[in-house]
């Protein structure tokens, strides 16, 4: 395969949020081309509004992607894949490479119905790819070649950043930055709700706690420090962000966070079944 991502033709079965994000990050990147992007769709609705929105072609024909495809991203919920995959299997040939955002579905289930000879890899991406700050991890199957896996990372590292996690920790994954930012617009909406309280407008406190959560998030990537350290960094003795620290503390948040992740990543465990 080449080496060169814009040569490949890409083919997204599902056009729903999550792949038209990829779609509009990697098209906004300039890593891909939009005339090699093309997805399938079943409704008819989502099919012009993808079309319309971001300019790929969008067709019903699940078998003709993949037969025009170099690269076959299987985009659709986790219950519609096994059924999708006896739809194409016949067309999967050992020179194409199948990338699965499919939460909760393993290497291993794709393979065992495409054939052992297939190269799987899985990603779990978030919704920031549209922005060009997503997060993704990627797991290679059991015939994926370094420089295929290398590939695809490359791919998602342009829409944001992008690091291998072994397969097995997955649900993890999805439970953190798959789910992660929906989670983050939560904190984000109940921060401004304080702001909104104590009597600023609402556009203002959303941006405030928008623009500070992005803030400190730079700061732990970027800093390397551990977010034990920043935070006490930010506070001073007797001062107003201890006072606050410890109204979390009291009630819960850093557990309720916590286990918000792990039931998360429980629930994750069963989409694929």
């Not at 989502?46 to 690269?71: C, F, H, M, P, Y």
């Not at 052992?116 to 790819?129: A, D, E, G, L």
């Not at 959560?213 to 001062?239: F, I, R, Y």
Request: contains cysteine.
């Amino acid at each position: 395969m080449p080496e060169n991502v814009k040569m490949n033709k890409i083919g997204f079965i599902g056009a729903g949020t999550m792949a038209s994000a990829i779609i509009f990050g990697l098209i906004n990147s300039g890593k891909i081309n939009l005339g090699n992007v093309t997805a399938s769709e079943i409704s008819e609705e989502r099919a012009r509004k993808v079309s319309k929105e971001i300019g790929i072609n969008v067709i019903k024909d699940n078998q003709e992607l993949v037969k025009n495809s170099d690269i076959i991203v299987l985009s659709m919920k986790p219950y519609n894949l096994e059924p999708v995959l006896y739809e194409v299997k016949d067309f999967i040939t050992p020179d194409k490479l199948i990338v699965s955002i499919a939460a909760g579905v393993s290497t291993d289930f794709i393979e065992d119905i495409l054939g052992h000879k297939s190269h799987v890899i899985r990603v779990m991406p978030n919704t920031p790819v549209i922005l060009n700050e997503g997060m993704s991890a990627v797991c290679k199957g059991r015939n994926v070649s370094e420089e295929n896996l290398k590939l695809v990372t490359d791919l998602f590292k342009s829409v944001g950043r992008c690091i291998e996690v072994p397969e097995k920790l997955f649900d993890s994954v999805t439970a953190i930055s798959g789910s992660g930012p929906a989670f983050i617009y939560l904190i984000i909406e109940a921060i401004a709700d304080g702001g909104v309280k104590l009597g600023l407008t609402k556009q203002a406190a959303l941006q405030l706690a928008a623009q500070t959560c992005l803030g400190a998030a730079k700061m732990v990537l970027e800093t390397g420090k551990h977010p034990a350290v920043l935070k006490d960094e930010v506070s001073t003795p007797g001062g107003c962000t201890i006072a606050g620290l410890m109204v979390m503390e009291e009630q819960g948040v850093r557990s309720a966070l916590s286990k918000t992740v792990i039931e998360t990543a429980y629930t994750a465990i069963g989409l694929g079944k």
